[in-house]
């Protein structure tokens, strides 16, 4: 899956550790989110996407299953 996260974050003016701040996680968790190796919980991408004022489907992008063969 992937995210608009560093998009949204920079058009906000916000870094990754003021975003962490607002959200009340880690600096690392904001890193993983945006590098594709952590997909947060519903609840923090809801979060997430009323920082941005706008939809969980504008900040990740689901590409759907990738297949075996």
């Given at each position: 899956?992937?995210?608009?996260?560093?998009?949204?974050?920079?058009m906000?003016?916000?870094?990754?550790?003021?975003?962490?701040?607002?959200?009340?996680?880690?600096?690392?968790?904001?890193?993983?989110?945006?590098?594709?190796?952590?997909?947060?919980?519903?609840?923090?991408?809801?979060e997430?996407?009323?920082t941005?004022?706008?939809?969980?489907?504008?900040?990740?992008?689901?590409?759907?299953?990738?297949?075996?063969?």
């Amino acid at each position: 899956m992937k995210n608009r996260l560093p998009e949204l974050r920079k058009m906000f003016g916000y870094s990754q550790e003021r975003l962490a701040a607002k959200l009340g996680v880690s600096r690392q968790t904001i890193i993983s989110i945006e590098k594709g190796k952590y997909f947060p919980s519903l609840p923090l991408a809801f979060e997430l996407a009323k920082t941005f004022e706008t939809t969980i489907e504008h900040v990740f992008i689901y590409e759907g299953k990738k297949e075996e063969g």
